[in-house]
């Protein structure tokens, strides 16, 4: 009995401490939880959620290993074992502040890609990146805490690392390619884009080795980072979404040009006014280009919210502006050569019957 009563004597307010550090955790838990989800309903910046993501749980394993540290003198440990729990103490606390800088420095680097525009899956490469990178840091400030040396590993990585470079240098070409084309931002997830060599597409993915695009016909085109990096490559998004383009055509060389251009005004006109996708506040104009073969060719500019808009807008010109030529009298005139032949010159023409 006497027994008993002096190991509740010993052990009753260390358990108790840590049962008080395990509520008080839970309460700061609960407190900074509510505190930061009434911030983050009032603000736009999804920052404050990446905070209250980082902290989950963190708050309360603090707590207890504060309560740990209070209730340690109280034990009684043989020197050895209270310098070891002491030790295993501090890598637990090194290791949560480095998992929460991992998960909110993670999120804000997917943050800053995302912004609406660019999609998870090329914000990966940022975030997974930037957590390995704070993970390794904070095991290495681990080891070095545990009185390890890290000169021997950080030498062994150097020369590895070095020979992987050789044998990987296309895998880290288009890598850092990846990087540059998500961090200089003139590629984006959604956007159209065209390289010099021909391929055309929606982005819809930059992974850590390819680019992949989606044609108008939904095909796929895989195109390694590197190659689109170093590519002479329109962005039909950029500086904005809205794009001009162009529709040709010619008419006969006895056509009263200022009425062609009013007519080509008129349908350009009432096809940005109803047709969808069309920037109604544009206002198309008329070009005179060139003296064709066979026409005076011209070119009516239109404007579109983005660059798929435009097929569609191309369609309905073309059609409402033809129907509308023939309603006037206007003509497009098919391609002809007219021959110039002396005078003393003579054709001979067979027909076969």
């Known amino acids: 009995m006497s027994f008993e009563i ?3 004597d010993e052990y009753l307010i260390p358990i108790t401490i840590l049962i008080l550090s395990v509520i008080v955790g839970l309460i700061l838990q609960y407190f900074t939880k509510n505190r930061l989800q009434k911030v983050a309903q009032k603000t736009k910046w999804r920052g ?3 905070i209250l993501e980082g902290l989950r749980g963190k708050i309360i394993l603090w707590s207890v290993i504060i309560g740990l540290y209070s209730v340690l003198p109280m034990l009684n440990l043989e020197p050895e074992y209270n310098i070891l729990a002491r030790k295993i103490l501090l890598v637990l606390v090194i290791f949560s502040i480095t998992m929460v800088a991992s998960s909110v420095l993670g999120g804000f680097m997917r943050l800053y890609s995302d912004d609406g525009k660019t999609g998870v899956l090329s914000t990966s490469i940022f975030s997974i990146i930037t957590r390995i990178v704070i993970i390794l840091i904070g095991i290495m400030i681990i080891l070095q805490t545990l009185d390890i040396s890290i000169t021997p590993m950080l030498t062994a990585l150097g020369v590895g690392g070095l020979a992987v470079a050789l044998a990987l240098q296309d ?7 990846g990087f540059h084309l998500l961090l200089t931002r003139k590629v984006r997830i959604g956007d159209w884009i065209e390289i010099d060599s021909g391929q055309a597409g929606e982005v819809i993915d930059i992974t850590w080795r390819n680019t992949t695009l989606r044609q108008r016909r939904n095909n796929i085109i895989i195109i390694p ?9 329109t962005n039909y998004n950029l500086p904005k979404q809205e794009l001009a383009f162009r529709v040709e055509c010619g008419v006969a060389y006895d056509s009263d040009l200022e009425h062609v251009e009013k007519v080509s005004i008129e349908v350009a006109q009432d096809v940005m006014k109803n047709v969808k996708g069309a920037v109604v506040t544009h206002k198309p104009f008329v070009r005179f280009s060139s003296f064709g073969d066979s026409s005076i060719d011209f070119y009516v500019n239109l404007r579109v919210e983005d660059y798929p808009k435009q097929f569609r807008i191309r369609h309905e010109f073309i059609k409402r502006l033809h129907k509308r030529f023939n309603e006037e009298g206007i003509v497009i005139p098919f391609p002809i050569r007219t021959l110039d032949l002396p005078k003393d010159s003579k054709i001979i023409i067979n027909k076969s019957e």
Not at 171 to 177: D, G, P, R, Y
Not at 225 to 233: F, G, R
């Open 6 to 8: 002096a190991w509740l």
């Open 48 to 50: 404050d959620d990446i």
């Open 171 to 177: 895998t880290l070409s288009n890598l850092f390619s």
């Open 225 to 233: 980072n590197s190659t689109v990096a170093s590519s002479i490559t």
